[in-house]
């Protein structure tokens, strides 16, 4: 039944336009409406109803059909088109359970997909959060890096003030010691007068 409609609804898709208008209407518009409501309104329900007897009469005519010819068959013969029918009958049934397997199957592997997917995204997100941290550790080693040069720098320069302290104080000492001598050659000039 449902190809007959089908074709009669395409029949009519390409008769009945709908209306590009919406109410209310000029004196024109409800004019033409008057008129195509006149010539297809009845039209469209009297061609359903004759699709409906057409088909309802081609189905009593094909259970007709096999009960006829069923009733010209013996007994082993009706058992083994009764054994046919039903098997036919349960491989469709048999088909459509496995069709509605394999759909669910299908709809959880695009769940799995999905699931997949979205992590898939997390890890991209999470890499590159991980990226940024490696990013902050590699400058916070450079700056301390750079703070541990400086301190070195700092005790090299503090070395240096000290060896420079050091080596003022032994210069002084070294003066105050040219002095002694200096004292000491006047003693051994004074000394080599008196001798």
């Avoid at 390409?14 to 297809?40: A, C, H, M, V």
Wanted: proline residues 1%; hydrophobic residues 40%; without cysteine.
């Amino acid at each position: 039944m449902s190809e007959a409609f089908g074709r009669s609804t395409a029949r009519e898709a390409t008769i009945w336009k709908p209306f590009i208008y919406s109410f209310p209407f000029d004196d024109k518009q409800t004019e033409n409406r008057n008129i195509i409501y006149g010539l297809y309104a009845n039209a469209y329900l009297n061609q359903n109803k004759y699709l409906t007897e057409v088909e309802s009469a081609d189905l009593a005519n094909l259970l007709i059909d096999y009960n006829a010819k069923i009733a010209d068959l013996t007994n082993q013969e009706q058992i083994v088109v009764n054994e046919i029918v039903s098997r036919r009958y349960l491989a469709n049934i048999d088909g459509l359970i496995f069709r509605k397997k394999m759909a669910t199957k299908q709809t959880g592997i695009e769940a799995d997909d999905d699931i997949w997917d979205s992590k898939m995204e997390a890890l991209v997100s999470d890499s590159a959060a991980l990226d940024t941290m490696a990013e902050r550790v590699a400058s916070e080693t450079e700056k301390t890096a750079a703070r541990i040069t400086e301190i070195q720098s700092y005790i090299e320069i503090e070395g240096i003030n000290l060896s420079q302290a050091d080596i003022e104080i032994a210069e002084k000492a070294i003066q105050s010691s040219k002095v002694d001598i200096q004292k000491l050659d006047a003693a051994n000039d004074i000394l080599k007068i008196q001798i």
